[in-house]
């Protein structure tokens, strides 16, 4: 009997049947590699400023099969009602920032959220925790359906959802494939300058970046090779740029801080408020213009330093209270919802006029007060003191488009929002300068600029309704 035979055919059954074996269990070892995480952020967040860098930037790099799905709420509003899904199917909250393995598997705030994250990753796989409340091995999902605007990343390659459709297989093999160039050797797409991804207090740079059916996909590494085909002309990539700092900026353009502040200065309460001020120096000393020009300047100077002052104060406060994510995920709509409801008190006051309207005038109860302290002006330090003080009695009736404003502003860092206020505080300052020259010159005398105030009073109500109304609209509908 040929032994020898009979053991070779045996080792080659044994082979045939390891091989059975790897082919039957391979995929379900593969499907099952990754440690998959949903992170919940928004850009602005001081805490979240602290874990960004970690969980999207670090720990991916540092372990490939590591899978965050990323919902920023910030700047994505489209993110909003997703995260309210995690509150209701995981019972994880509204704080961010926020990491969610599974159902009552999750971490909030600074610390316990990285620590969390490193524990899953020694621990080995897990399913992706979805919105809705499924559990879905990473290898199984298909990214297609995935609701909002999530970023997706992995080692160091990012897949942002930028549209709707997309082909899962596809985009699965951009996130793994060592070969890129053959993963989209037959597919259209646009080659696009990489811009960096914008995490809370940091980004993310990435070497190549390309468009393609609804997603943008960046990585480091290797170009793709052989890309003229489906490159896209120089016109064609500086757009999906043009589009990204357009999203970024949304609601931050020049003509929504333009509007906020021109409502602000035609203000009948502002008006008053430097009139009275007016009357005081020129009841002081009627012959000298020239200290209407310096305490004018003085006065106005000093409303614009501590307005200023105030605004930071306004956008940190916004800021922190975002922290809060139930508050953040609806601020946009208070805001609409207090624009609206100014609008219709300077509308009432338009119709119905009377003096010292609720949030729309001084209390006619200060008048008296501040008329007495105007008339006690008697050099340019003085009006500087005076100005500052006076703010406080301009607040209740001015603060209205201030405080939308700074809402607004506040999706921005603190550094990159006051650009915004300069220019806001010069629109608002600026026509009261105006009047100091007008006067100075002798154009106008104080009691006909008085006069002309008086008589056009319940139309600059309407002016300021205007605005207010068009602005509070334009947030509820998404225009800004």
């Known amino acids: 009997m ?51 860098p970690i969980i999207l930037g670090i720990l991916p790099k540092e372990n490939p099969d590591f899978v965050v799905i990323e919902y920023e709420i910030y700047k994505q509003r489209e993110n909003g009602q997703v995260v309210m899904n995690y509150k209701d199917n995981y019972n994880s909250g509204l704080h961010i920032p926020l990491i969610v393995f599974g159902k009552e598997d999750f971490s909030i705030g600074v610390g316990p959220v990285r620590q ?21 091995a990473f290898n199984e999902l298909d990214l297609t359906v995935l609701t909002g605007k999530p970023k ?15 082909d899962d297989k596809l985009l699965k093999n951009l996130l793994t494939s060592e070969n890129l160039s053959a993963v989209v050797e037959d597919v259209e797409f ?5 811009e960096p991804v914008l995490l809370s207090g940091d980004k993310v740079e990435f070497d190549n970046a390309i468009k393609i059916a609804g997603w943008t996909f960046k990585w480091n590494g290797e170009a793709i090779k052989s890309v003229a085909a489906n490159a896209a002309t120089e016109e064609q990539q500086v757009e999906p740029q043009q589009q990204e700092s357009e999203q970024e900026q949304k609601g931050l353009g020049f003509y929504k801080v333009f509007f906020l502040a021109l409502a602000d200065t035609v203000n009948p309460c502002a008006l008053a408020v430097f009139i009275l001020f007016l009357i005081g120096i020129m009841s002081y000393d009627p012959t000298k213009g020239k200290k209407v020009l310096t305490a004018g300047a003085a006065f106005v100077t000093a409303v614009y330093i501590c307005y200023f002052i105030y605004g930071l104060i ?15 995920l609806i601020l946009y709509t208070i805001l609409g919802v207090v624009s609206i409801v100014l609008g219709l008190l300077h509308f009432k006051d338009f119709l119905w006029y009377k003096k010292g309207g609720l949030a729309t005038e001084m209390p006619a109860g200060w008048r008296g007060k501040v008329k007495r302290m105007m008339l006690g002006i008697t050099s340019a330090k003085g009006a500087f003191l005076m100005g500052a003080f006076v703010t406080l009695f301009l607040m209740p009736c001015t603060m209205g488009p201030y405080l939308i404003a700074g809402g607004i502003l506040s999706a921005l860092e603190l ?50 309704a205007i605005l207010m109304l068009f602005i509070g609209v334009a947030i509820l509908l998404g225009w800004i």
């Open 2 to 52: 040929d032994f020898a035979g009979v053991r070779e055919k045996m080792e080659r059954k044994n082979i045939i049947a390891l091989l059975i074996i790897i082919a039957i269990f391979l995929p379900a070892v593969y499907a099952q590699e990754h440690t998959c995480a949903a992170y919940i952020t928004g850009i602005g967040c001081p805490a979240c400023a602290q874990e960004d």
């Open 116 to 136: 969390h994250a490193l524990n899953a990753i020694e621990k080995g796989q897990n399913n992706c925790p979805l919105p809705n409340g499924a559990l879905i």
């Open 152 to 166: 997706i990343w992995k080692g160091e390659r990012i897949l942002i959802k930028t549209g709707e459709g997309g």
């Open 190 to 194: 646009e080659v696009i300058d990489s």
């Open 314 to 328: 306004i956008i940190k406060f916004w800021q922190i209270v975002q922290a809060l994510t139930s508050v953040r």
């Open 415 to 464: 550094v990159k929002a006051i650009p915004w206020l300069i220019v806001y505080n010069l629109i608002f300052i600026l026509p009261l300068y105006g009047i100091v020259l007008i006067v100075y010159f002798g154009f106008k005398k104080v009691e006909d600029i008085s006069g002309w105030k008086d008589r056009n009073i319940r139309y600059l109500h309407l002016v300021i």
